[in-house]
């Protein structure tokens, strides 16, 4: 059951701010005129509106004294939001020993890293201090949230690329659904800094065309997508075995059905940065035989469809995995339209945008799909993917997300009936 | 600089890092800085290069090494601040 959210998402940071801005197909992506002066040929990110010192709020002053990684700073308030949204407070004084986390991200703080490679080559190591190791590990984020909130089960950092946040919200669920922990804060996060961006574009995988109108830039399923566009951010959940949650009397979000994750081994169509068809359908499929599900149940599909070639055989492996094709194609989103891509955090932040599909029956528009790719379109049909908000019952969603390292991972979300 | 006024200004550097504030309020040479102002014993190193700036000297390790109370620390900066003269 997922009982709590929390987001830090480019286009809105808090639950409401968010729903809002996705309910209403509000762009988060913005011109950053450093990337200009970089000679970077994509020059729009995804950037969230986030005060640094609003994390005053959740850490205590000696906490909050020294700490300067975003990323970490993304982590702390979703998952502090995610915990009190499901009731919880913070600084209660106990160890909750029923109670775990899986967060992860691509890449730790490479702000943090860059602050310490400028003082070592200077020669002035040791005025790093003793608050740098802990922001540069990969368990850092993890770290911070574990000890603010108590927790006290199995404490795990994941990591795969695209595929993270969807891996660790599945992984809480196994954790509880076999016993081991009762109740999993679970998320991811990104902070994309201009190393780790000119790293992608330099890989030319990023939209380029679009840096004068930064809203237009991410364009999944168009004719006219012409690659991705980075985001930083962070989603976190609170995942709940039913009778703890009954117990206490949590509201339910919604309900986790089952998942697959697995890897087309880089062999077949599969690469280190594409996904072996063969892997993806067997995930989807095996997410499904998981869940219990049919086909036919699925409502909406929440797809990783980051807007670049890989869209038309992302559509393909859905509608061969669910026999589903043409107008009898599952209705279909792409958060990315909006938020840009977020690498890890894409898959948290994204499945907080299936939550609130969910609980309030919509489903949030395709922006910038003005003129939808006509090779997709020839697999489903255009009233797939809808350019507007669609009011109507969602009841049972599969969200997916691919990354590289031929790494898949596919989540089955349903409305919780009591 | 008199002791008094160090003792004053490592007062600044210190609030950062410790919760207790009334301990520091009432500090004096003889208060110990992890056990009665309940310092994490990592953030002794970054007290120091705080410190450090604040008086524009440089503590060396083994100088740090003797710093446990206010008393001690005092007698450090008051020294390295000689030694600059």
Known sequence: MVTGMGVVAPNGVGIPAFLNAIQNGVSGLKFMPLYEELHFNCQVCGVPDFDFSHLKDYLSEVTFHGLKGSAIGYAIKAAADAWIDAGNTLYDGKIHWETGCVFGSSIADPAAMKRVIALVDAKQSRKLGSRVVEQLMNSGSTAYITGLLGLGNRIITNSSACATGSQGVLMGYEYIKHGMAKRMLVGSNEFVDNYIFGAFDAMRVLARKFNQTPEKASRPMSATACGFVPGSGSGALVLEDLDYALARNAVIYAEILGGATNSGAQQGTGSMTSPNTEGVIQCISDALHNAGIEPKDIDLISGHLTATMADKIEIENWAAALNRRGEDFPLTNSLKSMIGHCLSAAGSIEIVGVILQILHQFIHPNINLEDPNPEIMAIADAKSFPVKRVDKNVNIVAKANFGFGDVNACVIFSKYKR | ?85
């Open chain 2, 1 to 85: 600089m008199s002791r008094q006024e160090i003792l004053e200004g490592l007062k600044t550097v210190l609030a950062p890092y410790t919760m207790d504030k009334e301990a520091l309020h009432s500090m004096n040479d003889e208060t110990e800085f992890i056990k009665d102002l309940k310092i994490n014993s990592a953030n002794l190193v970054d007290i120091i290069i705080d410190a450090e700036e604040r008086y524009d000297i440089e503590i060396d390790a083994d100088s740090a090494e003797k710093i446990h109370n206010a008393g001690d620390c005092i007698d450090v900066i008051l020294e390295k601040m000689k030694e600059k003269i």
